[in-house]
């Protein structure tokens, strides 16, 4: 795929890789049960779409946590 914008080129590269072009949404009160969704979910997805506003114990570790997760899942 020739793709322009760098993040569209990523996400194509994920969706190659992984073999899949599931987004999950993550519509979810708590930060934890995010991060178990992540777990469960991240080999058999390329996208996950968070709405950060609706956490209720939203915090720069939860940030962190979800980039880890983001590099180890791909």
């Known amino acids: 795929m020739n793709m322009k914008h760098p993040i569209a080129q990523k996400l194509a590269e994920i969706i190659q890789t992984k073999k899949t072009r599931l987004c999950v949404a993550?519509?979810?009160?708590?930060?934890q049960d995010v991060?178990?969704?992540i777990d469960d979910v991240a080999e058999h997805i390329c996208m996950l779409k968070t709405h950060v506003d609706i956490i209720e114990d939203f915090s720069r570790s939860f940030v962190s946590a979800m980039r880890e997760r983001a590099r180890a899942h791909n």
């Open 35 to 37: 991060l178990n969704l």
């Open 26 to 31: 993550a519509d979810l009160p708590k930060a």
